[in-house]
Protein backbone atom coordinates (compact mmCIF):
# COMPACT_ATOMS: atom_id res chain seq x y z
CA UNK A 1 0.00 0.00 0.00
CA UNK A 2 1.38 3.25 -0.87
CA UNK A 3 2.26 5.47 2.33
CA UNK A 4 3.22 9.26 2.62
CA UNK A 5 6.16 7.83 4.53
CA UNK A 6 7.57 6.79 1.79
CA UNK A 7 7.91 10.23 0.10
CA UNK A 8 8.52 11.56 3.38
CA UNK A 9 11.88 8.92 3.69
CA UNK A 10 12.75 9.15 0.37
CA UNK A 11 14.29 12.90 0.91
CA UNK A 12 18.16 13.55 2.47
CA UNK A 13 17.34 16.61 3.87
CA UNK A 14 14.24 15.86 6.11
CA UNK A 15 11.07 17.84 5.48
CA UNK A 16 9.96 20.57 8.58
CA UNK A 17 6.42 19.21 9.81
CA UNK A 18 4.50 22.19 7.81
CA UNK A 19 6.07 20.63 4.63
CA UNK A 20 4.77 17.36 5.40
CA UNK A 21 1.33 18.24 5.98
CA UNK A 22 1.32 20.17 2.83
CA UNK A 23 2.76 17.04 0.91
CA UNK A 24 -0.04 14.64 2.95
CA UNK A 25 -2.91 16.90 2.48
CA UNK A 26 -1.54 16.56 -1.87
CA UNK A 27 -1.34 13.08 -1.06
CA UNK A 28 -4.95 12.53 -0.15
CA UNK A 29 -6.69 15.02 -2.58
CA UNK A 30 -4.50 13.04 -6.19
CA UNK A 31 -5.50 9.83 -4.48
CA UNK A 32 -9.35 10.90 -4.09
CA UNK A 33 -8.86 12.52 -7.85
CA UNK A 34 -7.77 9.99 -8.90
CA UNK A 35 -9.80 6.97 -7.39
CA UNK A 36 -11.02 4.46 -9.68
CA UNK A 37 -8.80 5.62 -12.84
CA UNK A 38 -6.31 2.84 -13.75
CA UNK A 39 -3.45 2.87 -16.28
CA UNK A 40 -2.97 0.76 -19.67
CA UNK A 41 -0.88 -1.41 -17.25
CA UNK A 42 -3.87 -2.24 -14.96
CA UNK A 43 -1.99 -0.74 -11.87
CA UNK A 44 -3.75 2.63 -9.93
CA UNK A 45 -3.50 5.82 -11.91
CA UNK A 46 -2.48 7.03 -8.25
CA UNK A 47 0.52 5.32 -8.19
CA UNK A 48 1.98 7.07 -11.28
CA UNK A 49 1.51 10.26 -9.41
CA UNK A 50 2.97 9.00 -6.52
CA UNK A 51 6.20 7.47 -8.39
CA UNK A 52 6.40 10.91 -9.53
CA UNK A 53 6.43 12.41 -6.23
CA UNK A 54 8.78 10.12 -4.91
CA UNK A 55 11.44 10.58 -7.75
CA UNK A 56 11.34 14.27 -7.17
CA UNK A 57 11.70 13.53 -3.03
CA UNK A 58 14.50 11.73 -4.08
CA UNK A 59 16.36 14.80 -6.42
CA UNK A 60 15.38 16.39 -2.90
CA UNK A 61 13.30 19.49 -4.33
CA UNK A 62 11.74 21.46 -2.34
CA UNK A 63 7.71 20.56 -1.03
CA UNK A 64 5.69 22.68 -3.37
CA UNK A 65 7.43 20.77 -6.51
CA UNK A 66 7.06 17.28 -4.57
CA UNK A 67 3.43 18.25 -4.00
CA UNK A 68 3.23 19.19 -7.63
CA UNK A 69 4.27 15.67 -8.21
CA UNK A 70 1.14 14.45 -6.83
CA UNK A 71 -0.93 16.34 -8.32
CA UNK A 72 0.35 17.24 -11.97
CA UNK A 73 -2.57 15.51 -13.50
CA UNK A 74 -5.49 16.12 -11.19
CA UNK A 75 -6.86 19.04 -13.86
CA UNK A 76 -6.07 17.37 -17.39
CA UNK A 77 -7.55 13.79 -16.42
CA UNK A 78 -9.86 14.08 -13.29
CA UNK A 79 -11.84 17.54 -14.11
CA UNK A 80 -10.71 19.55 -11.10
CA UNK A 81 -10.68 23.10 -12.04
CA UNK A 82 -7.17 25.17 -11.51
CA UNK A 83 -9.32 27.33 -9.35
CA UNK A 84 -9.66 24.54 -6.95
CA UNK A 85 -6.05 23.99 -6.84
CA UNK A 86 -5.36 27.28 -6.14
CA UNK A 87 -7.19 27.63 -3.10
CA UNK A 88 -6.81 24.31 -1.59
CA UNK A 89 -2.83 24.32 -2.19
CA UNK A 90 -2.47 28.05 -3.09
CA UNK A 91 -1.36 30.33 -6.26
CA UNK A 92 2.37 28.55 -6.23
CA UNK A 93 1.22 25.05 -6.49
CA UNK A 94 -1.43 25.71 -8.86
CA UNK A 95 1.60 27.72 -11.13
CA UNK A 96 3.45 24.35 -11.33
CA UNK A 97 0.41 22.08 -12.25
CA UNK A 98 -0.74 24.46 -14.75
CA UNK A 99 2.30 24.73 -16.57
CA UNK A 100 2.27 20.65 -16.50
CA UNK A 101 -1.28 21.05 -17.96
CA UNK A 102 0.29 23.06 -20.77
CA UNK A 103 2.71 20.63 -21.11
CA UNK A 104 0.49 17.79 -21.85
CA UNK A 105 -0.67 19.54 -25.24
CA UNK A 106 2.88 18.94 -27.03
CA UNK A 107 3.25 15.76 -29.12
CA UNK A 108 6.30 15.33 -30.99
CA UNK A 109 5.99 13.69 -34.22
CA UNK A 110 9.83 12.79 -35.27
CA UNK A 111 10.44 15.93 -37.47
CA UNK A 112 13.74 16.03 -36.52
CA UNK A 113 13.85 20.06 -37.60
CA UNK A 114 10.96 20.71 -35.16
CA UNK A 115 12.90 19.24 -32.02
CA UNK A 116 15.17 22.13 -31.07
CA UNK A 117 12.24 24.82 -31.20
CA UNK A 118 9.73 22.08 -29.20
CA UNK A 119 12.34 22.15 -26.51
CA UNK A 120 12.45 25.95 -26.62
CA UNK A 121 8.77 25.74 -26.23
CA UNK A 122 8.68 23.53 -23.42
CA UNK A 123 10.96 25.61 -21.45
CA UNK A 124 8.93 28.66 -22.56
CA UNK A 125 5.87 27.39 -21.64
CA UNK A 126 6.74 25.93 -18.16
CA UNK A 127 8.43 29.39 -17.21
CA UNK A 128 9.98 27.72 -13.52
CA UNK A 129 12.17 25.32 -13.81
CA UNK A 130 10.69 23.31 -11.69
CA UNK A 131 7.64 22.29 -14.03
CA UNK A 132 9.89 21.06 -16.07
CA UNK A 133 11.52 18.44 -13.17
CA UNK A 134 8.50 17.36 -12.43
CA UNK A 135 7.41 16.79 -16.67
CA UNK A 136 10.92 14.62 -16.16
CA UNK A 137 9.84 12.55 -13.17
CA UNK A 138 6.52 11.91 -14.92
CA UNK A 139 8.35 10.92 -18.18
CA UNK A 140 10.63 9.04 -16.21
CA UNK A 141 7.73 6.48 -14.90
CA UNK A 142 5.56 6.73 -17.92
CA UNK A 143 8.90 5.25 -19.80
CA UNK A 144 9.19 2.51 -17.32
CA UNK A 145 5.83 1.52 -17.88
CA UNK A 146 5.85 1.97 -21.69
CA UNK A 147 5.20 -1.72 -22.33
CA UNK A 148 1.52 -1.74 -21.57
CA UNK A 149 0.92 0.85 -24.33
CA UNK A 150 0.36 0.25 -28.19
CA UNK A 151 3.61 -0.57 -30.31
CA UNK A 152 3.08 2.27 -32.43
CA UNK A 153 2.53 4.87 -29.45
CA UNK A 154 5.71 2.95 -27.52
CA UNK A 155 7.57 3.97 -30.48
CA UNK A 156 6.05 7.82 -30.73
CA UNK A 157 6.45 8.26 -27.06
CA UNK A 158 9.88 6.47 -26.94
CA UNK A 159 11.00 8.78 -29.59
CA UNK A 160 9.81 12.33 -28.29
CA UNK A 161 11.79 10.73 -24.73
CA UNK A 162 15.02 10.06 -26.85
CA UNK A 163 15.13 13.67 -28.62
CA UNK A 164 13.17 16.01 -26.50
CA UNK A 165 13.05 15.22 -22.68
CA UNK A 166 16.61 13.34 -22.56
CA UNK A 167 18.30 16.65 -24.15
CA UNK A 168 16.78 18.60 -21.92
CA UNK A 169 17.63 16.43 -18.56
CA UNK A 170 21.48 16.62 -20.14
CA UNK A 171 20.66 20.95 -20.14
CA UNK A 172 20.06 20.93 -16.64
CA UNK A 173 22.78 18.61 -16.03
CA UNK A 174 21.58 15.79 -14.99
CA UNK A 175 23.32 13.22 -17.25
CA UNK A 176 22.60 9.89 -15.29
CA UNK A 177 18.44 10.95 -15.54
CA UNK A 178 19.43 12.04 -19.27
CA UNK A 179 21.49 8.80 -19.92
CA UNK A 180 18.30 6.50 -17.85
CA UNK A 181 16.07 8.33 -20.03
CA UNK A 182 17.95 7.38 -23.28
CA UNK A 183 18.36 3.57 -22.31
CA UNK A 184 15.04 3.22 -21.89
CA UNK A 185 13.97 4.53 -24.89
CA UNK A 186 16.82 2.27 -26.74
CA UNK A 187 14.84 -1.23 -26.99
CA UNK A 188 11.63 0.45 -28.75
CA UNK A 189 13.68 2.78 -30.83
CA UNK A 190 16.72 0.24 -31.77
CA UNK A 191 14.83 -3.12 -31.28
CA UNK A 192 17.25 -5.23 -33.15
CA UNK A 193 20.22 -3.07 -31.73
CA UNK A 194 19.26 -3.46 -28.34
CA UNK A 195 19.28 -7.47 -28.51
CA UNK A 196 22.71 -7.91 -29.65
CA UNK A 197 24.45 -5.39 -27.42
CA UNK A 198 22.84 -7.38 -24.56
CA UNK A 199 24.28 -10.30 -26.20
CA UNK A 200 27.46 -8.75 -26.73
CA UNK A 201 28.45 -6.38 -24.14
CA UNK A 202 27.27 -8.09 -20.71
CA UNK A 203 30.71 -10.94 -20.78
CA UNK A 204 32.83 -7.75 -21.75
CA UNK A 205 31.48 -5.20 -18.74
CA UNK A 206 31.80 -8.47 -16.76
CA UNK A 207 35.44 -9.09 -17.73
CA UNK A 208 36.00 -5.15 -17.07
CA UNK A 209 34.82 -4.84 -13.64
CA UNK A 210 36.91 -7.62 -12.48
CA UNK A 211 39.87 -6.16 -14.09
CA UNK A 212 38.71 -2.75 -12.42
CA UNK A 213 37.75 -4.82 -8.71
CA UNK A 214 41.72 -6.27 -9.18
CA UNK A 215 43.24 -2.74 -9.33
CA UNK A 216 41.50 -0.77 -6.95
CA UNK A 217 43.39 -2.35 -4.01
CA UNK A 218 46.87 -1.22 -5.62
CA UNK A 219 45.22 2.47 -6.53
CA UNK A 220 43.67 2.78 -2.45
CA UNK A 221 47.49 1.77 -1.28
CA UNK A 222 49.13 3.69 -3.37
CA UNK A 223 46.82 7.25 -2.79
CA UNK A 224 47.25 6.10 1.47
CA UNK A 225 50.81 6.33 0.59
CA UNK A 226 50.69 9.75 -0.53
CA UNK A 227 47.85 10.88 2.13
CA UNK A 228 45.45 11.00 0.18
CA UNK A 229 42.03 9.56 1.85
CA UNK A 230 39.62 8.62 -1.22
CA UNK A 231 35.81 9.48 -0.14
CA UNK A 232 34.96 6.35 -2.03
CA UNK A 233 36.35 4.56 -5.03
CA UNK A 234 33.46 3.28 -7.47
CA UNK A 235 32.94 2.11 -11.32
CA UNK A 236 30.81 3.72 -13.92
CA UNK A 237 29.54 1.34 -16.55
CA UNK A 238 28.45 2.88 -19.90
CA UNK A 239 25.42 2.54 -20.60
CA UNK A 240 23.95 0.73 -23.70
CA UNK A 241 22.73 3.45 -25.50
CA UNK A 242 25.95 5.80 -24.93
CA UNK A 243 28.07 3.06 -26.19
CA UNK A 244 25.75 1.86 -29.03
CA UNK A 245 26.15 5.86 -30.25
CA UNK A 246 29.74 5.60 -29.46
CA UNK A 247 30.45 2.05 -31.73
CA UNK A 248 28.64 4.10 -34.59
CA UNK A 249 30.18 7.19 -34.24
CA UNK A 250 33.41 6.02 -34.13
CA UNK A 251 32.91 2.32 -36.00
CA UNK A 252 34.67 0.81 -33.08
CA UNK A 253 34.68 -2.38 -31.69
CA UNK A 254 33.81 -3.36 -27.99
CA UNK A 255 37.37 -4.25 -27.45
CA UNK A 256 38.32 -0.04 -28.49
CA UNK A 257 36.14 1.22 -26.22
CA UNK A 258 38.21 1.96 -23.18
CA UNK A 259 35.45 3.43 -20.64
CA UNK A 260 33.20 0.60 -21.19
CA UNK A 261 33.68 0.42 -17.40
CA UNK A 262 35.43 3.60 -15.77
CA UNK A 263 36.83 3.46 -12.65
CA UNK A 264 35.76 7.03 -10.43
CA UNK A 265 37.72 8.57 -7.35
CA UNK A 266 35.90 10.87 -5.13
CA UNK A 267 38.03 13.34 -2.79
CA UNK A 268 37.26 16.20 -0.21
CA UNK A 269 38.09 19.15 -2.39
CA UNK A 270 40.09 20.18 -5.99
CA UNK A 271 43.43 19.97 -5.20
CA UNK A 272 43.33 16.37 -3.82
CA UNK A 273 41.65 15.97 -7.63
CA UNK A 274 44.77 17.16 -9.32
CA UNK A 275 47.27 15.70 -6.75
CA UNK A 276 45.35 12.37 -7.42
CA UNK A 277 45.76 12.86 -11.05
CA UNK A 278 50.08 13.18 -10.73
CA UNK A 279 49.70 10.28 -8.29
CA UNK A 280 48.05 8.10 -11.05
CA UNK A 281 50.57 9.53 -13.66
CA UNK A 282 53.42 8.74 -11.95
CA UNK A 283 51.90 4.83 -10.98
CA UNK A 284 50.62 4.65 -15.42
CA UNK A 285 51.72 6.20 -18.26
CA UNK A 286 48.90 8.06 -19.67
CA UNK A 287 47.31 7.70 -23.05
CA UNK A 288 48.59 10.76 -25.22
CA UNK A 289 45.61 13.52 -25.85
CA UNK A 290 43.25 11.23 -23.62
CA UNK A 291 43.70 14.14 -20.56
CA UNK A 292 40.54 16.26 -20.02
CA UNK A 293 39.92 19.05 -17.45
CA UNK A 294 36.23 19.62 -17.19
CA UNK A 295 37.08 20.90 -13.42
CA UNK A 296 39.32 24.30 -15.47
CA UNK A 297 37.61 23.92 -18.02
CA UNK A 298 33.73 22.80 -17.75
CA UNK A 299 31.36 21.45 -20.06
CA UNK A 300 28.28 23.86 -21.13
CA UNK A 301 26.20 22.06 -18.80
CA UNK A 302 28.42 22.52 -16.00
CA UNK A 303 29.82 19.28 -15.30
CA UNK A 304 33.20 18.89 -13.85
CA UNK A 305 35.45 16.42 -13.47
CA UNK A 306 39.47 15.30 -14.38
CA UNK A 307 39.40 11.75 -16.64
CA UNK A 308 42.21 10.43 -17.62
CA UNK A 309 43.24 7.31 -20.19
CA UNK A 310 46.72 5.47 -18.70
CA UNK A 311 47.79 2.05 -19.62
CA UNK A 312 47.10 0.09 -16.37
CA UNK A 313 48.18 -3.03 -15.42
CA UNK A 314 48.59 -5.78 -18.35
CA UNK A 315 49.18 -2.39 -20.32
CA UNK A 316 45.25 -2.20 -20.96
CA UNK A 317 43.72 0.96 -21.51
CA UNK A 318 41.81 2.29 -18.24
CA UNK A 319 39.83 5.39 -18.06
CA UNK A 320 40.22 7.10 -14.29
CA UNK A 321 37.45 9.64 -13.34
CA UNK A 322 38.48 12.07 -10.64
CA UNK A 323 35.91 14.83 -8.99
CA UNK A 324 34.77 16.13 -5.42
CA UNK A 325 31.53 15.16 -3.51
CA UNK A 326 29.73 18.10 -4.90
CA UNK A 327 31.03 17.56 -8.03
CA UNK A 328 29.72 13.92 -8.48
CA UNK A 329 26.33 14.70 -6.86
CA UNK A 330 25.47 17.30 -9.58
CA UNK A 331 27.09 14.88 -12.73
CA UNK A 332 24.44 12.92 -11.33
CA UNK A 333 21.44 15.29 -10.62
CA UNK A 334 22.41 18.39 -11.74
CA UNK A 335 20.04 21.22 -10.43
CA UNK A 336 18.65 18.75 -8.38
CA UNK A 337 21.99 18.83 -6.77
CA UNK A 338 22.30 22.40 -6.37
CA UNK A 339 19.13 22.73 -4.68
CA UNK A 340 20.42 19.93 -1.97
CA UNK A 341 23.60 21.84 -1.78
CA UNK A 342 22.45 24.90 -1.32
CA UNK A 343 19.95 23.40 1.30
CA UNK A 344 23.43 21.63 3.48
CA UNK A 345 24.85 25.26 3.46
CA UNK A 346 21.70 26.47 5.71
CA UNK A 347 20.95 29.55 4.20
CA UNK A 348 19.22 32.30 5.84
CA UNK A 349 16.34 32.13 3.67
CA UNK A 350 16.17 27.83 3.77
CA UNK A 351 16.27 28.42 7.72
CA UNK A 352 13.02 30.66 7.39
CA UNK A 353 11.55 28.15 5.57
CA UNK A 354 12.12 29.41 2.30
CA UNK A 355 13.36 27.81 -0.94
CA UNK A 356 16.85 28.95 -1.32
CA UNK A 357 19.54 27.89 -4.45
CA UNK A 358 23.35 28.75 -4.63
CA UNK A 359 24.02 31.97 -6.68
CA UNK A 360 22.93 32.19 -10.46
CA UNK A 361 26.90 32.71 -11.80
CA UNK A 362 27.80 29.55 -10.29
CA UNK A 363 24.92 28.19 -12.70
CA UNK A 364 27.21 27.19 -16.01
CA UNK A 365 24.35 25.16 -16.96
CA UNK A 366 22.30 28.07 -17.01
CA UNK A 367 24.14 29.33 -20.24
CA UNK A 368 23.81 25.98 -21.85
CA UNK A 369 19.96 26.53 -21.69
CA UNK A 370 19.99 30.04 -23.01
CA UNK A 371 22.18 30.29 -25.42
CA UNK A 372 19.82 33.59 -26.62
CA UNK A 373 20.42 35.37 -23.39
CA UNK A 374 23.43 37.65 -21.63
CA UNK A 375 25.17 37.10 -17.90
CA UNK A 376 22.38 37.52 -15.05
CA UNK A 377 22.33 40.87 -13.18
CA UNK A 378 23.16 41.08 -10.02
CA UNK A 379 21.57 38.07 -8.66
CA UNK A 380 20.54 37.32 -4.88
CA UNK A 381 18.72 34.17 -4.68
CA UNK A 382 19.08 30.90 -7.06
CA UNK A 383 15.25 30.68 -6.68
CA UNK A 384 15.48 33.13 -9.49
CA UNK A 385 17.27 31.66 -11.94
CA UNK A 386 13.93 28.89 -12.30
CA UNK A 387 12.31 31.58 -13.34
CA UNK A 388 12.93 30.73 -17.84
CA UNK A 389 12.43 34.36 -18.97
CA UNK A 390 14.91 34.28 -22.05
CA UNK A 391 11.32 33.74 -24.08
CA UNK A 392 9.47 37.03 -23.57
CA UNK A 393 10.02 37.80 -27.30
CA UNK A 394 9.10 34.96 -28.70
CA UNK A 395 5.76 32.66 -28.92
CA UNK A 396 5.35 29.41 -29.55
CA UNK A 397 2.08 28.20 -30.78
CA UNK A 398 0.76 25.06 -32.03
CA UNK A 399 -0.72 23.59 -35.24
CA UNK A 400 -3.42 20.92 -34.88
CA UNK A 401 -0.68 17.84 -35.43
CA UNK A 402 0.84 19.05 -32.51
CA UNK A 403 3.71 20.38 -34.09
CA UNK A 404 5.48 23.98 -32.86
CA UNK A 405 5.19 27.37 -35.20
CA UNK A 406 8.35 29.67 -33.07
CA UNK A 407 6.89 33.05 -34.03
CA UNK A 408 7.81 37.03 -32.55
CA UNK A 409 5.23 38.21 -29.39
CA UNK A 410 2.32 39.79 -30.99
CA UNK A 411 1.80 37.28 -34.32
CA UNK A 412 -1.38 36.62 -35.79
CA UNK A 413 -2.99 33.98 -37.08
CA UNK A 414 -2.02 35.74 -40.39
CA UNK A 415 1.92 35.07 -39.14
CA UNK A 416 1.40 31.52 -38.16
CA UNK A 417 -0.29 30.80 -41.34
CA UNK A 418 2.84 32.16 -43.52
CA UNK A 419 4.87 30.42 -41.25
CA UNK A 420 3.59 27.23 -41.85
CA UNK A 421 3.34 27.38 -46.14
CA UNK A 422 3.00 30.41 -48.06
CA UNK A 423 -0.27 29.10 -50.19
CA UNK A 424 -1.78 29.01 -46.50
CA UNK A 425 -1.05 32.06 -45.62
CA UNK A 426 -2.14 33.58 -49.09
CA UNK A 427 -5.52 31.97 -48.89
CA UNK A 428 -6.18 32.57 -44.96
CA UNK A 429 -9.87 34.21 -44.11
CA UNK A 430 -10.02 33.01 -40.30
CA UNK A 431 -8.63 31.34 -37.72
CA UNK A 432 -9.44 29.09 -34.78
CA UNK A 433 -7.33 29.38 -31.51
CA UNK A 434 -8.20 27.05 -28.86
CA UNK A 435 -11.52 26.14 -30.67
CA UNK A 436 -12.54 29.49 -30.61
CA UNK A 437 -13.35 31.90 -33.57
CA UNK A 438 -10.86 34.69 -33.73
CA UNK A 439 -9.99 37.84 -36.28
CA UNK A 440 -7.27 37.56 -38.69
CA UNK A 441 -5.73 40.28 -36.43
CA UNK A 442 -5.84 38.06 -32.92
CA UNK A 443 -2.73 38.31 -31.13
CA UNK A 444 -1.58 34.50 -30.25
CA UNK A 445 0.02 33.35 -26.77
CA UNK A 446 2.35 30.86 -26.22
CA UNK A 447 0.65 27.47 -26.07
CA UNK A 448 -2.30 28.52 -28.66
CA UNK A 449 -3.71 25.84 -30.16
CA UNK A 450 -3.95 27.55 -33.60
CA UNK A 451 -6.29 26.16 -36.93
CA UNK A 452 -6.01 28.46 -39.82
CA UNK A 453 -9.08 28.42 -42.03
CA UNK A 454 -8.48 28.92 -46.28
CA UNK A 455 -10.22 29.63 -48.94
CA UNK A 456 -8.99 28.53 -52.49
CA UNK A 457 -9.38 31.68 -54.66
CA UNK A 458 -8.21 34.25 -51.77
CA UNK A 459 -5.59 36.45 -52.09
CA UNK A 460 -3.63 38.56 -49.67
CA UNK A 461 -5.15 41.77 -48.38
CA UNK A 462 -3.74 44.87 -48.32
CA UNK A 463 -4.52 45.39 -44.71
CA UNK A 464 -3.21 42.68 -42.77
CA UNK A 465 0.17 44.69 -43.63
CA UNK A 466 -1.22 47.06 -40.89
CA UNK A 467 -0.84 44.12 -38.26
CA UNK A 468 1.49 40.85 -39.21
CA UNK A 469 4.35 40.98 -37.28
CA UNK A 470 7.13 38.61 -39.31
CA UNK A 471 8.90 39.99 -42.35
CA UNK A 472 8.16 36.91 -43.82
CA UNK A 473 4.48 37.32 -43.89
CA UNK A 474 4.85 40.74 -44.77
CA UNK A 475 7.14 40.01 -47.68
CA UNK A 476 4.72 37.56 -49.03
CA UNK A 477 1.68 39.91 -48.37
CA UNK A 478 3.50 42.41 -50.68
CA UNK A 479 4.71 39.51 -53.26
CA UNK A 480 0.82 38.73 -53.60
CA UNK A 481 -0.30 42.14 -53.91
CA UNK A 482 1.94 42.87 -57.11
CA UNK A 483 1.10 39.64 -58.37
CA UNK A 484 -3.06 40.76 -58.43
CA UNK A 485 -2.39 44.30 -59.77
CA UNK A 486 -6.43 44.80 -59.80
CA UNK A 487 -6.96 44.00 -56.15
CA UNK A 488 -6.85 47.53 -54.66
CA UNK A 489 -9.16 48.74 -57.48
CA UNK A 490 -11.81 45.91 -56.59
CA UNK A 491 -12.07 47.54 -53.24
CA UNK A 492 -14.78 50.14 -55.09
CA UNK A 493 -17.04 46.35 -55.62
CA UNK A 494 -17.75 45.02 -52.36
CA UNK A 495 -20.07 44.35 -50.34
CA UNK A 496 -19.58 43.76 -46.66
CA UNK A 497 -22.00 41.41 -44.69
CA UNK A 498 -22.49 41.61 -40.96
CA UNK A 499 -23.86 37.84 -39.53
CA UNK A 500 -24.73 37.10 -36.35
CA UNK A 501 -24.33 34.08 -34.86
CA UNK A 502 -24.32 31.61 -31.95
CA UNK A 503 -20.80 30.69 -30.49
CA UNK A 504 -20.31 27.25 -31.69
CA UNK A 505 -17.83 25.84 -32.95
CA UNK A 506 -17.39 25.30 -36.54
CA UNK A 507 -19.64 28.72 -37.73
CA UNK A 508 -16.89 30.57 -39.24
CA UNK A 509 -15.87 27.25 -41.32
CA UNK A 510 -19.29 26.80 -42.61
CA UNK A 511 -20.08 30.20 -43.56
CA UNK A 512 -16.98 30.61 -45.23
CA UNK A 513 -17.69 27.19 -47.42
CA UNK A 514 -21.46 28.30 -48.28
CA UNK A 515 -19.41 31.76 -49.62
CA UNK A 516 -16.74 29.58 -51.83
CA UNK A 517 -19.35 27.01 -53.11
CA UNK A 518 -20.83 30.54 -54.53
CA UNK A 519 -17.66 31.26 -56.38
CA UNK A 520 -17.27 34.21 -53.97
CA UNK A 521 -13.97 36.06 -52.55
CA UNK A 522 -13.55 36.98 -49.48
CA UNK A 523 -11.42 39.63 -49.04
CA UNK A 524 -11.07 40.25 -45.19
CA UNK A 525 -13.20 38.37 -42.17
CA UNK A 526 -13.36 40.18 -38.69
CA UNK A 527 -15.08 38.57 -35.72
CA UNK A 528 -15.74 40.50 -32.31
CA UNK A 529 -14.14 38.18 -29.25
CA UNK A 530 -17.22 39.30 -26.72
CA UNK A 531 -20.64 38.20 -26.24
CA UNK A 532 -22.60 34.80 -26.37
CA UNK A 533 -23.44 36.23 -30.13
CA UNK A 534 -20.39 37.43 -32.23
CA UNK A 535 -20.59 39.16 -35.50
CA UNK A 536 -18.80 38.16 -38.23
CA UNK A 537 -18.04 40.85 -40.18
CA UNK A 538 -17.00 39.38 -44.09
CA UNK A 539 -16.02 41.44 -46.83
CA UNK A 540 -16.57 40.20 -50.23
CA UNK A 541 -15.38 41.13 -54.04
CA UNK A 542 -19.00 41.74 -55.37
CA UNK A 543 -21.97 43.93 -54.95
CA UNK A 544 -24.38 42.16 -57.59
CA UNK A 545 -27.60 42.65 -55.48
CA UNK A 546 -29.25 39.80 -56.90
CA UNK A 547 -26.30 37.66 -55.91
CA UNK A 548 -26.47 39.40 -52.44
CA UNK A 549 -30.24 37.78 -51.83
CA UNK A 550 -29.34 34.24 -52.96
CA UNK A 551 -26.26 34.62 -50.89
CA UNK A 552 -28.21 35.62 -47.83
CA UNK A 553 -30.80 32.93 -48.38
CA UNK A 554 -28.14 30.33 -48.49
CA UNK A 555 -26.26 31.68 -45.43
CA UNK A 556 -29.48 31.82 -43.61
CA UNK A 557 -29.72 27.94 -43.80
CA UNK A 558 -26.90 27.59 -41.61
CA UNK A 559 -27.42 26.01 -37.64
CA UNK A 560 -26.68 29.38 -35.74
CA UNK A 561 -26.66 32.09 -38.24
CA UNK A 562 -29.28 34.12 -36.57
CA UNK A 563 -29.40 37.63 -38.40
CA UNK A 564 -27.95 38.99 -41.41
CA UNK A 565 -27.33 43.03 -42.92
CA UNK A 566 -24.89 44.19 -45.90
CA UNK A 567 -24.04 47.40 -47.13
CA UNK A 568 -22.22 48.02 -50.63
CA UNK A 569 -18.58 49.26 -51.19
Known sequence: MLSIEEIYNERKQPFNEEEKNLLKRAFDFAQKAHSGQKRKSGESYFNHSFQTALELSRWNLDAPTVATGLLHDVVEDCGISLEEIKKEFGEEIAFLVNGLTKLGRLKYRGIVKQAETLRKMILALSEDLRVILVKLSDRLHNMKTLSALHPQKQKRIALETYEIYAPLALRLGMANLSGELEDLTFPYLYPKEYKWLLKNVKEHYEERQAYLEKIKPIIEKELKEHGVEPIKIDFRAKRYSSLYKKLLRYSL???????????????????????????????????????KDYIALPKPNGYKSLHTTVFCVDKKLTEIQIRILEMHEEAENGIAAHWAYQKKKGTKDYLKGKASFADKKELIWVQQLRNWQNQFSDPEEFLQSLKIDFFKDRIFAITPKGEVVDLPVGAT?????????????????????????????????????????????????????????????????????????????????????????????????????????????????????????????????????????????????????????????
Open 253 to 291: SLEQIYDLVALRIVVKDIEECYSVLGIIHNLWAPFPGRI
Open 413 to 569: PVDFAYAIHSVIGDTCVGGRVNNKIVPLDFQLQSGDLVEVLTQKSKKPSESWLKFVKTNQAKRKIKSGLRQSPGLIKRKKLQTEFKITVSDRIGILKDVVNVISRSHINIVKVNVPKIGFFSNIGIRCDFNDKRKIEKLILKLKKINGVKEITYKLF
